[in-house]
């Protein structure tokens, strides 16, 4: 593995030879790792990496499949993106670093923990996932778009066929509220620089995880943030995450979608903050319905 630089993005080469582009800012601090969802990029965390770099030395990624890094035709799994990001720690020399993972980069931290342990990992932060997203016996507070085989092959058949109608579903279910300034053109940008094959490969392994097992096992302390009006998963489901894991606080954002960092990027960005500079102590957290 190795890491070089090129036209202002960075990249390290994972040990399967693809590139992963990222940004570093900030140059001292806590170090804090942003993991974008899926058909997502860095610049998702356009909101929130300049302000959390204040105070911290903030790395924001590029999955494989995604923005700058490179698509190649493998490698169509979680488990393969959490590899990427233990070369990326490996290659920068990073540790006790805090993961910020949202939606699909949840499911990348968590990957991560069970093949890798804690190494290089200090604390977690979680933004709106469930720990499984398919529905089963006795889970059916997962994803309510996809589910289940019918609605995995109906997104499939629409990002075969019509990739940029999938972009804007994107937006109008993860957004509640106008971003102003182009924000939304810019997120649909970002999302159509994606591989729509390869993201609907990627989401047939994504979608069938069931992490419930694992949570109970991760030691590091961990945030789990909610959006009460996420569209994407009940709240309820993503709460779980909070419940499960010994020591992790859940924080709700009453008025927030599945992108909450994004319309709320300074509640976000100071609980992040507070998170990694002075721990649990220092975030408001409640576990109330």
């Known amino acids: ?15 399967d030879g693809v590139k992963i582009a990222y940004e570093r800012l900030g140059r001292s601090g806590p170090v804090v790792v942003l993991l974008h969802g899926w058909s997502g990029s860095r610049h998702y965390y356009d ?9 911290c030395e903030v790395y924001a990624l590029d999955h494989r499949f995604h923005g700058d890094s490179d698509k190649p035709t493998w490698g169509y799994h979680v488990a393969r993106l959490s590899a990427d990001l233990h070369d990326f720690l490996e290659a920068l020399l990073l540790d006790d670093v805090t993961v910020v993972g949202s939606s699909m980069g949840a499911a990348v931290i968590w990957s991560y923990i069970e093949l890798f342990g804690h190494q290089h990992l200090a604390k977690a932060v979680f933004v709106d996932q469930a720990p499984l997203q398919n529905i089963a016996p006795d889970w059916k507070t997962g994803s309510n778009g996809c589910y289940d085989a019918a609605t995995l092959a109906a997104l499939q058949t629409r990002l075969a066929l019509d990739f940029e109608s999938v972009a804007d579903g994107v937006q109008a279910e993860c957004l509640s509220r106008p971003l102003g300034h182009g924000m939304e053109e810019a997120l649909k940008a970002e999302t159509l620089r994606a591989n729509p094959d390869a993201l609907g490969r990627l989401m047939a392994d994504h979608t069938q995880l069931d992490w419930r097992p694992l949570l109970p096992r991760i030691k590091i302390p961990c945030l789990n943030l909610v959006g009460r009006i996420s569209k994407t998963f009940p709240w309820q489901g993503t709460a779980v995450v909070g419940q499960m894991i010994p020591n992790c606080n859940t924080v709700y954002f009453e008025q927030g979608n599945h992108f909450l960092y994004i319309e ?3 509640k976000f960005n100071q609980l992040v903050i507070d998170f ?3 721990g649990m102590a220092a975030v408001c957290s409640t576990t109330s319905v």
């Open 276 to 278: 990694v500079e002075k």
């Open 47 to 55: 909101r929130n990496a300049q302000a959390i770099a204040k105070y």
């Open 1 to 15: 593995m190795n890491s070089e630089r090129k036209t202002g993005t960075q990249y390290i080469t994972t040990n």
């Open 264 to 266: 709320e990027p300074e």
